[in-house]
């Protein structure tokens, strides 16, 4: 008979770590957080100077490649990316498969891990350059297959990609444009998009990140990697909370019912919480959520919205950020919280919004399947449990229990 107790008495060092909360699961050079002072850097560069400065390919460079490309290498880059755009031809019978009202999210989990059947010259993972083929097909087909989610949920035609225009710039047209028309890219509404795919291109071993690492680790092809971390961003606590914040700031409607929500957001007996408010890792302002602060008011004003959600998200914070409940549980604004009013006013409906973060965060999922790939201590992920079922007892036949 086994004897469990033993087991564990004699199995050495063991944690036990709901959450991994204070487990490390790899080694990283790709992203750096500090929570408690709000720092986020990517490869050693602050994330509020790269959303200023940089554009979204000078970050998957970087991230990808460990170094800002020079004005060459970006030209390189971006063409190589561009060669990429083109999605399969059968891809759209693919998608012709899925109901109309299918979620998008559910056509990305299924079309993202269907390339690996139409791209399987790049899955061989040992080969270094079938890794970058991958890559790159991953980060450039990721727009064009997003925009095609959207488009067969309208019931409007396939768009296919202007490689004349900027990665952003050619996403917005084959989201919003229409065939035989012409689409002009608003520059300001272009710029906003690249920063919030900027902010959401990498944010280190969270879910996602870490479910590709794990799919990975078993020496699953790149497509099907990234696939299951679609999957994993589906859930409303890590993808879907700037639809939830939307919604909730939608639902207090106007800044005079802001206290009500606050005070509801206090009470232990109600299960209502701030969506877009706290985070794991921030205990102090998420430098995300300042950018985003932001560009909200450039896309408003270069839009001309009056989004009255924009007055009640900033009377809201302000209130909160003056509310000793709120100061004592370091409870900040997170990148969530002004996302939403962004997406909304460029015209995705919420439906879309994950698969936007999607979008931008397939770039740092790519580097991350990159780096664990190449890391000489790579083992297949495995975690421990603590076992709390029942010892060892009889088998009783069928008719005797
Ligand atoms: N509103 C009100 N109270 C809150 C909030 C909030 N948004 N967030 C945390 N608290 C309170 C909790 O009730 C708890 O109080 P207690 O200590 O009296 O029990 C305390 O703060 C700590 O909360 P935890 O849930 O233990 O903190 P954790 O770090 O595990 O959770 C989380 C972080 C899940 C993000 C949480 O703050 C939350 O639910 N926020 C709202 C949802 C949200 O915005 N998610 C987006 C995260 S960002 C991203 O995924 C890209």
Same mark, same amino acid.
């Given at each position: 008979? %086994?004897?469990?107790?033993?087991?564990?008495?004699?199995?050495?060092?063991?944690?036990?770590?709901?959450?991994?909360?204070?487990?490390?699961?790899?080694?990283?050079?790709?992203?750096?957080? *500090?929570?408690?002072?709000?720092?986020?850097?990517?490869?050693?560069?602050?994330?509020?100077?790269?959303?200023?400065?940089?554009?979204?390919?000078?970050?998957?460079?970087?991230?990808?490649?460990?170094?800002?490309?020079?004005?060459?290498?970006?030209?390189?880059?971006?063409?190589?990316?561009?060669?990429?755009?083109?999605?399969?031809?059968?891809?759209?019978?693919?998608?012709?498969?899925?109901?109309? *009202?299918?979620?998008?999210?559910?056509?990305?989990?299924?079309? %993202?891990?269907?390339?690996?059947?139409?791209?399987?010259?790049?899955? *061989?993972?040992?080969?270094?350059?079938?890794?970058?083929?991958?890559?790159?097909?991953?980060?450039?087909?990721?727009?064009?297959?997003?925009?095609?989610?959207?488009?067969?949920?309208?019931?409007?035609?396939?768009?296919?990609?202007?490689?004349?225009?900027?990665?952003?710039?050619?996403?917005?047209?084959?989201?919003?444009?229409?065939?035989?028309?012409?689409?002009?890219?608003?520059?300001? %509404?272009?710029?906003?998009?690249?920063?919030?795919?900027?902010?959401?291109?990498?944010?280190?071993?969270?879910?996602?990140?870490?479910?590709?690492?794990?799919?990975?680790?078993?020496?699953?092809?790149?497509?099907?990697?990234?696939?299951?971390?679609?999957?994993?961003?589906?859930?409303?606590?890590?993808?879907?909370?700037?639809?939830?914040?939307?919604?909730?700031?939608?639902?207090?409607?106007?800044?005079?019912?802001?206290?009500?929500?606050?005070?509801?957001?206090?009470?232990?007996?109600?299960?209502?919480?701030?969506?877009?408010?706290?985070?794991?890792?921030?205990?102090?302002?998420?430098?995300?959520?300042?950018?985003?602060?932001?560009?909200?008011?450039? %896309?408003?004003?270069?839009?001309?919205?009056?989004?009255?959600?924009?007055?009640?998200?900033?009377?809201?914070?302000?209130?909160?950020?003056?509310?000793?409940?709120?100061?004592?549980?370091?409870?900040?604004?997170?990148?969530?919280?002004?996302?939403?009013?962004?997406?909304?006013?460029?015209?995705?409906?919420?439906?879309?919004?994950?698969?936007?973060?999607?979008?931008?965060?397939?770039?740092?999922?790519?580097?991350?399947?990159?780096?664990?790939?190449? *890391?000489?201590?790579?083992?297949?992920?495995?975690?421990?449990?603590?076992?709390?079922?029942?010892?060892?007892?009889?088998?009783?036949?069928?008719?005797?229990?």
């Amino acid at each position: 008979v %086994v004897d469990i107790r033993k087991f564990y008495a004699n199995t050495g060092a063991f944690t036990y770590d709901p959450g991994f909360t204070s487990t490390a699961s790899c080694q990283s050079k790709l992203t750096y957080i *500090d929570g408690d002072e709000g720092v986020l850097l990517h490869r050693g560069y602050a994330i509020g100077e790269l959303a200023e400065k940089s554009s979204f390919m000078e970050v998957a460079h970087l991230l990808l490649n460990g170094e800002l490309p020079t004005k060459e290498e970006l030209d390189t880059f971006t063409w190589t990316i561009t060669r990429h755009t083109m999605v399969h031809e059968q891809l759209a019978t693919f998608f012709r498969g899925f109901r109309r *009202d299918a979620h998008p999210m559910a056509i990305m989990c299924g079309v %993202v891990g269907a390339l690996s059947a139409f791209y399987h010259d790049s899955t *061989d993972i040992h080969d270094p350059q079938q890794r970058t083929i991958a890559s790159h097909r991953l980060i450039a087909k990721m727009p064009t297959l997003a925009a095609m989610a959207f488009k067969y949920s309208l019931g409007q035609p396939f768009l296919y990609p202007d490689n004349s225009l900027s990665y952003t710039g050619n996403f917005l047209r084959m989201t919003f444009g229409v065939p035989a028309e012409p689409y002009e890219v608003n520059p300001i %509404v272009e710029q906003a998009m690249d920063r919030i795919f900027i902010l959401h291109a990498d944010h280190e071993q969270n879910a996602s990140t870490s479910t590709v690492r794990l799919a990975g680790s078993s020496g699953a092809n790149p497509f099907a990697c990234i696939a299951a971390g679609i999957a994993c961003l589906w859930g409303p606590a890590h993808g879907g909370a700037n639809e939830a914040a939307l919604n909730m700031l939608r639902e207090i409607g106007t800044p005079d019912r802001i206290p009500e929500f606050i005070a509801r957001a206090k009470d232990k007996n109600d299960p209502f919480r701030l969506m877009g408010f706290g985070h794991r890792v921030y205990k102090n302002y998420d430098p995300r959520a300042t950018v985003m602060q932001q560009t909200v008011r450039e %896309v408003l004003s270069a839009l001309n919205v009056k989004d009255p959600v924009f007055d009640v998200a900033l009377q809201l914070e302000e209130m909160a950020l003056n509310d000793p409940y709120f100061v004592e549980k370091k409870l900040f604004p997170n990148v969530d919280f002004y996302s939403g009013v962004i997406l909304s006013a460029i015209g995705f409906p919420t439906s879309m919004f994950t698969v936007l973060f999607a979008l931008a965060r397939t770039v740092g999922w790519v580097a991350q399947w990159n780096e664990m790939i190449t *890391d000489p201590d790579q083992k297949i992920g495995r975690p421990r449990q603590l076992y709390n079922g029942p010892t060892q007892r009889p088998y009783v036949p069928v008719g005797e229990r």
